[in-house]
């Protein structure tokens, strides 16, 4: 295992990581000799930790107040999120517009607001860190990265490949070179983050990465497909794979005797997918 860290800190990048490890595998050791991935990992790492002045870095920080727990929090922890919001920026939960295939009850109005509300307590957190590269000078020679891990922490989001489920926010703040404002229809995978990183820090992506840059000097032509998968989660399994290009989305499903629903003790936890248990057994009780 070789990361895309290990390739910017022999280029001479601080490397710092706020501080989410969720890799799903072990990770080479961090903050003990030998140091392979990170300078620095947990939640005081930071850029500004530079032993040498002006060095460049590479820092990723995780925003987990938009995280799926979060919105099925206690009532004390969702008021401590939200605090920075004014009354005008919470969501009505009255006024939701829930999609389609989420039952119209006041829980899942609840859920749905309250993830909202998340998104506009992470936006001021994101505030904090444009703010700080401002205060140390940073803004205009910084290339800022904004993306969602994948959908929403909600049922038919995370853990599926739905569009509702891969089709992401990716956001690239990048001063002199991407005109503010502008959009871009190109098909990208998150897995491009990695060469891309490399690219625009002026290091050649190996052969092996199996991705492509979408920006820098090591750009590669645009995507015509994004490939997408679901095989474990947690401890259910299934067997989907996905590819998508810019007009349709084709879904093959290996695992069809499967339930569409099945029981992921994490995701049970959530009201929205209680309720839509609840209103099975309400419906369809002859079926059991």
């Known amino acids: 295992f070789q990361s895309r860290y290990e390739y910017l800190r022999a280029a001479g990048y601080y490397c710092t990581n706020n501080s989410k490890t969720d890799y799903n595998f072990e990770p080479p050791p961090t903050n003990r000799p030998p140091d392979t991935v990170w300078d620095e990992t947990g939640n005081r790492a930071h850029w500004r930790n530079r032993q040498e002045p002006g060095q460049p870095f590479f820092a990723v920080f995780n925003l987990n107040v938009t995280h799926e727990s979060q919105i099925r929090a206690e009532e004390a922890v969702y008021r401590r999120n939200t605090a920075r919001l004014t009354p005008a920026q919470f969501h009505d ?7 389609p295939y989420y039952p119209d009850t006041p829980l899942v109005r609840r859920d749905w607001a309250r993830y909202h509300d998340n998104i506009t307590a992470m936006d001021y957190q994101v505030a904090d860190i444009l703010k700080q590269l401002e205060e140390d000078g940073l ?9 969602g891990d994948h959908g929403r922490g909600l049922p038919r989001g995370k853990r599926n490949v739905y569009d509702s489920g891969i089709r992401v926010p990716l956001i690239v703040r990048w001063p002199g070179q991407i005109r503010s404002g502008s959009m871009s229809e190109e098909l990208v995978s998150l897995f491009d983050l990695a060469p891309t990183a490399l690219s625009l820090a002026g290091v050649n992506p190996p052969a092996h990465m ?21 095989d474990r989660m947690d401890e259910a399994h299934d067997m989907v794979r996905s590819v998508m290009s810019g007009r349709y989305h084709s879904l093959r499903n290996f695992c069809p005797e499967r339930t569409h629903a099945q029981y992921i003790d994490y995701l049970e936890a959530m009201p929205t997918m209680r309720e839509l248990r609840r209103l099975f057994k309400v419906h369809y009780r002859d079926w059991e």
């Not at 939960?93 to 999609?99: F, G, T």
């Not at 803004?139 to 993306?147: E, I």
């Not at 199996?210 to 820098?216: D, S, T």
């Not at 750009?219 to 679901?230: G, L, N």
């Open 93 to 99: 939960p009255a006024k939701a517009i829930l999609p």
């Open 139 to 147: 803004t205009q020679n910084t290339v800022v990265f904004f993306w």
């Open 210 to 230: 199996q991705a492509q840059a979408f920006l820098g000097p090591f750009r590669k032509p645009s995507r015509r497909y994004v490939f997408s998968h679901r």
